[in-house]
């Protein structure tokens, strides 16, 4: 099997066949087209390397309108607090780039918000990444090779105070993403651009503009 057989058979896996006959309105297009590239432009300005192997915004039978392929770190297994944020920035990059350019947002980026959410939470009430918890562990998580169930071992207020945190540490990354893609708002043009025509971008054509 060839290399590009094999990406098919792992993007199959993930995000199901590609949807030959749907039809994604110009307009649909683009918000798709500048979403996947808000995720990678803001995954690579945090970073200063390639943060895709190769972006599609060719619709799937899962419901995904986009998909991005993430370069594989490696034997990656601690990640530090930084490394975490700039996740959650990321995750929040497509909806920021659809603010930045469009004004508006819509309803695509409800796994990305999901997820970025799930991390900041994870930061402050497991990891112990949180100044005002510090090194308290306020979840616990059972059952964890059943899905894992997290369960809140706090009182009330600290729950309150808990939810305060996860909105704050979520809203300053996605600030961040918002200033990182205005800051590079033609290089953003750009790449959504060419993604938009060619429907599909690899890695390395993804440097090669935005360096170029």
Not at 122 to 127: C, E, N, S
């Amino acid at each position: 099997a060839t290399q590009a057989d094999l990406e098919e058979s792992i993007e199959v896996v993930i995000a199901g066949y590609q949807k030959k006959n749907a039809i994604m309105t110009d307009q649909e297009k683009r918000i798709v087209s500048y979403h996947e590239i808000g995720h990678a432009l803001v995954a690579a300005k945090q970073t200063n390397s390639a943060p895709v192997q190769k972006i599609t915004i060719v619709p799937r039978t899962s419901g995904a309108l986009g998909y991005t392929m993430q370069v594989e770190e490696g034997n990656h297994y601690l990640m530090n607090k930084e490394e975490l944020e700039n996740k959650i920035a990321t995750f929040t990059g497509g909806r920021a780039a659809e603010e930045v350019v469009f004004g508006s947002v819509t309803t695509g980026a409800s796994n990305d918000i999901e997820q970025a959410t799930k991390l900041a939470r994870a930061m402050i009430t497991r990891y112990g990444m949180s100044d005002d918890f510090d090194m308290v562990a306020l979840e616990t998580v059972t059952n964890q090779y059943l899905g894992g169930d997290a369960s809140l071992a706090c009182s009330a207020e600290t729950q309150t105070k808990i939810d305060a945190l996860v909105v704050a540490l979520v809203k300053r990354e996605h600030e961040k993403a918002v200033k990182l893609l205005t800051d590079h708002r033609a290089k953003l043009d750009e790449l959504s651009q060419y993604l938009y025509e060619k429907e599909t971008i690899t890695g390395e054509q993804f440097m090669q503009i935005l360096n170029g």
